[in-house]
């Protein structure tokens, strides 16, 4: 029973349901993006601060929670009996970190990057652990707060060589006010937010039937409705239809339907507001826009609220969304503290900008591989990685175990190191190193469809003396590196 | 009762039990460390890779691991009823990646940085949850991959300003050989190593008794002994001592102590031969040294070990240490895959750096506060912020809600911005700007000891034409900023 017994000895190295792991070069182009994302925060003077990944229950859950819910979160009870989850968002702990930081200089314009966990169903692009990074003003009550975190969304995406994106902004306070003009009561009002924020996704059909008497999924799963009247549901979705129309101010088009209604009036003079201070930053016009069918699904929300969409990319959903949360250290505090701010899912736009090519994937970090034909010539080939790094050329000596030199040329290969230097004795004897253009060869490998063919391509060698060997490679890594 | 009332509806803002937040000063200064230390592993060609932080508990805990061991780690029964739990260390998520990911080519040069989390008692500097990076090289059977580890260990502490520290080598199977020469048996071997590494934390008195009969610690808890016979533990005892002693090559006092025993003999030749290969890669030889007292506590190690000791911070312990672990994939894998590496605490280094003050600790990301004199002059100071921007100094226009300039100048200085701006009518009539340079006001403060004083100091302002701003911001952030 020898299979038996190896399945007890050994463990299936597979990673959880829902969970990934990401190769070098999926890394590579991550941190390249999250540093371009950390210097449009930094260039606006963002401060980086970084909390736990595990939160209390409570902190995450409310002060009610019970402990069955904690099987909502990856949460369970741990040391010392304490109830405890994985974070499944960051706005949550910024509200506890501000909180348990009184002395914090306020506004506290911040950003941290990390992981969140959620039990979701998996799905393609959709895992339980992944990327988010936030960005808020803490602690003012201005607008002028709101307009800068659409600034910067909107940068970022420049800064990322992103052209076709939109940031669509709207006003939860306008909702509101659609609510209480549908005659709708206020308790409900968050309920209808989460269904509206389906509109998307979902389409107008299901959002309607949402509304009303429910519907069923595609995948044959009741969904229950929020049972509201025909003609609250008529009200709710004409609305909907006419600030959607092309052509006409929606914010004009939200006043004429909404008349009276003064909690709506409100949130179309800071919609105005904001306008103003978008004009005034220089914001790209084209690049944001009101859009009042946005409301977005989370419950705190209390005034404007934002999503950006890939022209390009419809099916990516909101990449970068947000809103204005005044309500939200309250959980935490008795005084209130007003904040804004918006979430970047770092994973779903690595991959969009993946797809749309707007960042060159890159397989290695060596720019170098020094190949070693003799052993004992180890301190040769090191003297020569040690002139490589010290012009900045990110090399490394083959440390593996072949001595084969096809083998440490397939290696460089497919790790994706571009060049290649090769000594042996009559190199060495004549002070010389052959350099060999891997990347070319792969060009012409992809060419001719012949993998094996850019490994005897003689033509993209050159032996040269080691001294001119770093300006050799500085040159050419310009172009090819 | 409104106090109950309070008790129940608001939830307290704190961390868990071991757990910690990072301010921004504090995270600016690990980004800057970890940024550094990136530059060291990329230009020796090393490649970023991502594992998920919860993995499968039979992945950390073993194939035959129960359900109570979850206790141990952050461990519990999550989604589909599976068993997972948190990392507590990177090195078997490698395992774990290597093995399922069998395309991958090799030798795989590799680094990975990320929170792991223990489930240990916590105290000053000890945390439950804290970030270590690793390096490795999985896939390589020949010593130049272990000198080539320490050498990126030396590398990292000199790019990042330290010079008094020692990267400690040795082979555990030069302990083999004794654990083998004084008849000890096999099995008991890692415990063996265990206890020893216990000799600079504990003492050799300590050791010698947990290596017999155990012993009481400090806070009265019993730590039970191996129960070796006295002629073993004095063996041992012996062999430690002359190796430690000043004067003398250690590798030719095991030579002569441990004659005959083969393993030993064959792990004092490989520390050899990494001593000839850090020669041929230059290391400086006062940097790293044999010494035969390190063992490093984890079982999993089969072959040389390594250890850093800050040297003005003995209390620190190792910072970054490790080993070759050729048999650590075997626990997924029939196929033998041998791996080097090395485990930096990221968290603990960053605090020596603090202590050694080799990292300048900065509060803001801001270099210059726009301050709002009169919020009808908004685009006014836009425009200063685009300029400012365009020119890539790091600013802000202020955010908050508060109208007094004072306040701003405090929000300023709070958050440690050099320099703020300040336009009023005046100022714009005159088509000039008002610069204020805070940090040399905070200077002024710290010698006057008055906090206030530097706020009105006349001295550190001057009125230039907006057109000159940017370059007299250029050169005093040269010096300031």
């Known amino acids: 029973m020898a299979r038996d017994k190896k ?9 959880l349901k829902g969970f990934r792991d990401y190769l070098p070069r999926e890394q590579i182009a991550r941190e390249a993006m ?5 210097e449009v925060f930094e260039l606006a003077g963002f401060l980086p601060y970084r909390t736990a990944a595990l939160e209390h229950a409570e902190a995450l859950l409310g002060p009610q929670y019970s402990r069955d819910s904690l099987a909502e979160l990856f949460g369970f009870t741990g040391p010392d009996d304490v109830d405890m989850a994985l974070r499944y968002e960051l706005t949550l702990s910024l509200a506890r970190y501000v909180a348990g930081n009184p002395d914090l200089p306020l506004p506290f314009r911040c950003y941290q990057y990390g992981p969140v966990w959620r039990v979701d169903k998996p799905g393609p692009g959709r895992f339980r652990e ?35 994106f939109r940031v669509r902004y709207s006003n939860r306070k306008i909702h509101n006010g659609l609510v209480q003009y549908a005659g709708i009561s206020e308790a409900v009002g968050p309920d209808v937010m989460r269904v509206i924020d389906k509109l998307e ?15 069923v999924d595609k995948s044959g799963d009741e969904i229950p409705g929020l049972g509201l009247e025909d003609g609250q549901i008529v009200q709710i979705g004409s609305f909907l239809d006419t600030v959607a129309e092309e052509g006409g101010d929606p914010l004009e088009k939200a006043a004429s339907l909404l008349a009276g209604a ?26 944001t826009g009101v859009d009042l069918t946005v409301v977005r699904g989370l419950a705190y929300y209390t005034g404007p609220v934002f999503e950006t969409s890939l022209l390009k990319l419809p099916d990516f959903g909101s990449v970068f969304s947000g809103g204005r949360y005044d309500n939200l250290v309250d959980r935490f ?14 994973d779903r736009l690595l991959a969009a900008l993946i797809e749309l090519k707007a960042l060159k994937l890159s397989e290695a970090t060596s720019q170098v591989l020094v190949t070693v034909m003799d052993r004992q010539r180890l301190p040769d080939y090191l003297a020569i990685l040690r002139k490589l790094r010290r012009a ?9 175990d072949t001595k084969n030199l096809t083998r440490q040329l397939k290696y460089a290969d497919r790790v994706g190191i571009p060049f290649a230097v090769i000594a042996g004795s009559d190199e060495f004897d004549a002070g010389t190193v052959t350099v060999k253009n ?11 469809a012949d993998r094996e063919q850019w490994l005897k391509a003689e033509e993209i060698q050159q032996t040269i003396p080691v001294a001119v060997l770093v300006d050799y490679l500085n040159k050419h890594l310009g172009k090819d590196g």
Chains 1, 2 share one sequence.
Request: charge should be negative; proline fraction near 3%.
């Open 201 to 215: 996704r979902q389409g107008r059909d299901a959002v309607m039937l949402e509304l009303g008497p429910g519907r």
């Open 7 to 15: 399945k007890t000895d050994k463990v299936e190295p597979r990673v």
């Open 438 to 448: 891997l990347a070319a060869g792969r060009e012409k490998a992809v060419a001719t």
């Open 392 to 400: 900045g050329i990110r090399s490394e000596v083959y440390s593996g």
């Open 130 to 164: 992944f990327m988010q990074c936030d960005i808020d003003i803490v602690g003012a009550q201005n607008l002028f707060a709101d307009a800068e975190i659409i600034a910067v969304m909107v940068n970022i995406f420049e800064h990322l060589g992103i052209r076709d």
């Open 333 to 346: 505090l008795s005084r209130p503290i007003p904040a804004v701010g918006a979430s970047m899912g770092i």
């Open 262 to 287: 003064t909690v709506a009036e409100e949130g179309i003079a800071e919609l105005r507001e904001i306008q103003r201070h978008l004009k005034a930053m220089e914001v790209d016009e084209t690049k």
């Open 34 to 38: 999250l540093s371009k994302v950390r």
